[in-house]
């Protein structure tokens, strides 16, 4: 038998500062927030979810060495890339690094512009072309 993977439900990134990463998944990619457990953060859109970890005081179990700044995540979006590097510049503070450029998503070509989130994890923002 082999295990078949449906889908990700949800990932943990840790955070130097758990409310400033809310407010920039929230402010800036329009995530939904999201308070559970006891007193928890978290990010969420679509059926995916972004659990937030403040750095050296992860809840366990954790990642063997978590640390800010080491994700890299590619989203895809509905919006057209060219709103929403219009979009980017209106939010002020956050600097395209790449892009617009074509690349290869899981399912066949996107075109995506990249750019960092507070603790400089790598986000790409996509359209499947």
């Not at 060495?65 to 890339?81: E, K, M, Q």
């Not at 590097?85 to 790449?98: A, F, P, Y």
């Not at 617009?100 to 512009?113: D, L």
């Amino acid at each position: 038998m082999a295990i078949q993977i449906d889908r990700i439900d949800h990932i943990v990134l840790t955070a130097s500062n758990v409310q400033r990463t809310l407010e920039f998944y929230v402010e800036v990619l329009g995530m939904k927030p999201e308070t559970f457990g006891e007193n928890r953060r978290a990010v969420s859109f679509g059926r995916q979810k972004i659990n937030l970890h403040q750095r050296g005081n992860e809840f366990e179990p954790k990642a063997k060495s978590p640390t800010t700044g080491s994700v890299d995540v590619c989203f895809i979006a509905n919006t057209p890339i060219a709103e929403i590097i219009e979009h980017l510049k209106k939010k002020g503070g956050v600097d395209i690094e790449v892009g617009p450029v074509k690349r290869t998503g899981a399912a066949g070509p996107i075109e995506s512009v990249y750019f960092r989130d507070p603790d400089g994890n790598l986000i790409e923002l996509a359209n499947y072309l």
